[in-house]
């Protein structure tokens, strides 16, 4: 579920780069791309942790 931020981390940085060449404020884009790549690891290495802290049976 978390290789969805990545998706959308392109998506958003196709955008960003399209705006760009048209000559429109990508800023935006280029944020929203930043933050989804952050999310990506941020979650993986949260269900990391939460996956290593439950009892093994």
Request: proline letters at 2%; a positive charge.
């Amino acid at each position: 579920m978390a290789y969805v931020y990545l998706i959308m981390a392109a998506v958003f940085a196709i955008d960003g780069v399209v705006r760009l060449n048209n000559g429109e404020d990508s800023l935006i884009s280029f944020l929203f791309a930043g933050v989804a790549v952050f999310m990506f690891f941020f979650r993986k290495s949260s269900h990391k942790k939460y996956h290593n802290r439950q009892p093994k049976n």
